[in-house]
């Protein structure tokens, strides 16, 4: 069977996706320097599937070591890249580091790739790249202009999906999808895997969890006066295990479609928008647990409200993220209760 290479694959989607390849029959080969994540995740990856992908703990960003897992996995066909640092308020203080990180590590996948013509890449990129959509973008599809971007790590995403264009402009058997993620969320129902947060998590769901788990006193819910149904910011939040399995089908195109274009884009979310007070109110109902939040001001550089048009992703990767939230936010505390040794 063929062999996936995972880049990032003992992270939060990486392992996720790692579990789906897995189960379709793909074998899978992580790379992941844990620089955000634990070796622990393999063993969560095995209970589930019954074997554990094989590992190589390097960085993406050293050609050499790269070079080494190409030359000893010779049945690599494709390699979705997830590596990348990812908190928007660190890479502020130190865009450096997430323009080396995110971007060196990208260049040194394609020279490595190339080297051994294996010439398809999947990338994980956001839907950060499409900033606040005007009115009659909303959905938005993949149409939508993108706009200058927020962060250094938004422009990240910006940066490395024209690198994906550029170099497949020249070398035409590189063959790129490019996935723009909405707002991931949840962990598998096995609880054996899912978002593990570095300190106060800075997204919304994981501090939802840690409230309920009572590690956090209250939520603060990051302004009410937004131009919205009830004040609050709305985003199309995605089942985490719903999202991978929009990988494995992005593999299983790349591999066998005849039809498809070089590069293809595809926006994976629901479709439905959810505000942030609607997702509370659905956290409550699904668990039982009351959430104890407050009203503060509204937190610099969000987004009022986007929500994503998934019929390209539904039709053309014949995919759809239709797990009902409360199913998803109940995943998300079972797995909070799973590592916090709550009954
Ligand atoms: P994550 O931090 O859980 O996973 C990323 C993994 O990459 C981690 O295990 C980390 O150790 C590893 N890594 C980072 N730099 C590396 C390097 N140079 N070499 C090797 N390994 C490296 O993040 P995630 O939420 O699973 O996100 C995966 C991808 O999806 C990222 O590219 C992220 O930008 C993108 N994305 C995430 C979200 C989200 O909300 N979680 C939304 C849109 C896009
Ligand atoms: C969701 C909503 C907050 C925390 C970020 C990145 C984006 C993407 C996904 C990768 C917002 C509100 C949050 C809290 C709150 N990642 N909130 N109290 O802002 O959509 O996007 O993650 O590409 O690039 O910017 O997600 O989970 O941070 O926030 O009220 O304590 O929850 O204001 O409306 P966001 P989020």
Redesign the pocket.
């Known amino acids: 069977m063929a062999r996936i290479l995972v880049t990032g694959g003992t992270g939060y989607i990486g392992s996720h996706t790692t579990v789906e390849l897995m189960q379709q029959g793909y074998d899978v080969t992580i790379v992941d320097n844990l620089s955000n994540s634990s070796i622990d995740v393999l063993d969560g990856i095995a209970a589930i599937t019954g074997r554990k992908p094989e590992f190589a703990n390097i960085d993406c960003g050293n050609f050499v070591d790269l070079d080494n897992v190409f030359n000893t996995y010779h049945d690599i066909v494709g390699v979705i890249h997830f590596a990348a640092s ?1 908190a ?1 308020g660190e890479s502020v203080e130190k865009p450096l580091l997430y323009y080396r990180n995110n971007i060196g590590s990208l260049i040194t996948l394609l020279e490595v790739m190339k080297r051994h013509q294996v010439q398809n890449i999947v990338f994980s990129s ?3 790249v499409y900033g606040q959509p005007d009115s009659e973008h909303l959905p938005v599809d993949e149409t939508a202009p993108i706009q200058p971007a927020l ?1 250094p ?2 422009n990240t ?1 910006q940066i490395n999906e024209e690198i994906i264009r550029d170099e497949a402009h020249t070398d035409k058997d590189l063959h790129a999808t490019i996935l723009r ?1 909405f ?1 991931p969320i949840g962990a598998h129902p096995s609880a054996q895997i899912g978002e593990l947060p570095n300190g106060v ?5 994981p ?1 939802v969890t840690q409230t309920a788990a009572g590690l956090r006193p209250e ?5 009410n006066d937004y131009n919205t149904p009830d004040g ?2 709305i ?1 199309d939040y995605i089942y985490v295990v719903d999202l991978a399995k929009a990988h494995v089908k992005a593999i299983d195109r790349m591999l066998h479609a005849a039809d498809r274009e070089q590069v293809e884009v595809f926006n994976l979310g629901t479709g439905n928008g959810l505000s ?1 007070l609607e997702l509370i109110h659905d956290f409550e109902e699904a668990t039982g647990v009351k959430i104890p939040y407050t009203i503060v001001g ?2 610099e550089g ?2 009022e409200q ?1 929500w994503a048009a998934p019929k390209k992703a539904n039709e053309v990767l014949g995919w759809k993220a239709d797990t009902p939230i409360r199913e998803v936010l109940a995943s998300a505390w079972k797995w909070e209760k799973r590592i916090r040794h709550i009954q």
């Open positions: 990812k928007v956001s839907c950060t962060s790590y938004g995403k993620y707002n998590p800075q997204n919304l769901l501090f939520l603060k819910v990051f302004g609050s910011c985003r942030v509204r937190r969000d987004i986007v």
